[in-house]
């Protein structure tokens, strides 16, 4: 019988501390990213965010509209109790998938790859349909074979670029240059725009 990853599965991850992805701050790549970002009023979204730490870095850097979404209230838990003044309304612990609004940019961080992958090309559907016609889609997607049985799930740019061109412009899909060294060589820095 084929696993569950929803609510429960997820909580218990973050009860048991079983949260092997997480590296404790920004992740380098968006970090460097987000440092370039000039519009502070920029709605933002960050899907299957955990601890989100780039939500933090975004919220300690004057961005005021940014909205995670975790089906986890675990981590939702976790996330406000780190950050206090971080608006309760923008930390929303619901399924993705049942998300709505309009965004200027969805960053991508650990999600894709903690989704079943049957489930990717309706994941890239949502983000198309959550971003403005010229919205970006900009993140990181594991570019190396993981679990088959059980997140995170990786892939390859061969398979990414297949699912994603019938949905978006790719402008930048290649191994990033700044991941932090257990990860070098195995993410691919990604941006793009809805067609």
């Known amino acids: 019988m084929k696993q569950k990853f929803d609510k429960e599965y997820w909580n218990s991850r973050y009860i048991n501390e079983e949260t092997g992805w997480d590296i404790g701050y920004p992740s380098t790549p968006l970090k460097e990213y987000i440092d370039t970002l000039e519009d502070h009023n920029l709605k933002i979204l960050i899907p299957g965010a955990g601890n989100a730490y780039e939500a933090e870095y975004l919220h300690t850097r004057g961005f005021e509209n940014v909205k995670v979404v975790d089906i986890s209230e675990e981590a939702c838990k976790k996330l406000m109790d780190r950050i206090p003044d971080f608006p309760r309304k923008n930390v929303v612990c619901a399924d993705y998938f049942e998300t709505d609004g309009s965004y200027d940019l969805l960053l991508e961080q650990t999600f894709f790859c903690a989704i079943d992958p049957s489930e990717r090309?309706?994941?890239?559907?949502?983000?198309?349909?959550?971003?403005?016609?010229s919205g970006l889609l900009v993140g990181l997607l594991f570019q190396k074979e993981l679990y088959k049985d059980h997140p995170?799930?990786?892939g390859d740019e061969k398979e990414y670029r297949k699912l994603f061109q019938p949905f978006f412009i790719i402008h930048t899909m290649e191994t990033a240059y700044n991941s932090i060294e257990p990860r070098k060589n195995s993410e691919l820095f990604i941006k793009m725009t809805p067609k």
């Open 152 to 154: 995170p799930f990786g």
């Open 121 to 133: 090309e309706k994941y890239i559907e949502k983000a198309k349909e959550l971003l403005q016609p």
